[in-house]
């Protein structure tokens, strides 16, 4: 008997373990190369689709998988695209937002069931990620003017991620896709 609480127990962690690791490389993924380099700002612009998958991953999951996904996900990014200085903020940037989102989404036993809190929690998410990146970008570069060229960008990463996101995490949630895995 006490053999197979130790496996069950055993067997969760590696479960969390490895839905942690394919939801950080979803993230991942989805940030490299499924996105489109735009001339949005001073310092260039990237619009890809990682947010979609951050979004989706903390609806779905939750706020400890999404802080999770977002932080490690686009923070990886970073480090292997020449980015290595804004990993760190990334980190916190993203890891707050899959937090914010997951929690307001899934309160309350809404399980990501709930439309309007689904976009609530995205939008707030994106009200932190601007400014956050604006003072990232301004104490990386030194200048607090050039910053706000990169605003519109930061809009547009989140209108994407909510107009991809949305039908994805519930089509994911109607599915059932937590009683598959």
């Known amino acids: 008997m006490e053999q197979n609480s130790i496996n069950i127990k055993h067997n969760s962690k590696v479960k969390e373990l490895t839905i942690s690791a394919l939801s950080i490389a979803l993230v991942f993924v ?7 380099r735009l001339p949005i700002s001073v310092n260039g612009g990237l619009i890809h689709l990682g947010n979609t998958m951050l979004f989706t991953i903390a609806i779905v ?8 996904s977002g932080a490690f996900g ?12 804004w990993a760190p903020f990334t980190f916190i940037i993203r890891g707050t937002m899959g937090y914010i989102i997951g ?8 399980n990501g069931n709930s439309l309007f809190w689904n976009i ?8 932190f990620m601007i400014p956050g990146y604006y ?3 301004g104490l990386l570069y030194g200048n607090w003017v050039a910053p706000l060229t990169s605003v519109p ?25 937590k009683n598959f895995i």
């Open 135 to 137: 003072i990232t970008e």
């Open 120 to 127: 609530v929690s995205m939008l707030l998410a994106g009200l």
């Open 30 to 36: 989805a940030t490299t190369f499924i996105n489109i």
């Open 153 to 177: 960008g930061n809009i547009i990463q989140s209108v994407f991620g909510i107009i991809f996101g949305l039908p994805l995490s519930s089509a994911l949630i109607k599915i059932k896709i």
């Open 61 to 68: 999951f939750g706020k400890k998988r999404g802080a999770i």
């Open 74 to 85: 686009m923070a990886m990014f970073d480090v292997f695209s020449g980015w290595g200085p």
């Open 103 to 110: 929690h307001l989404a899934n309160d309350k036993n809404r």
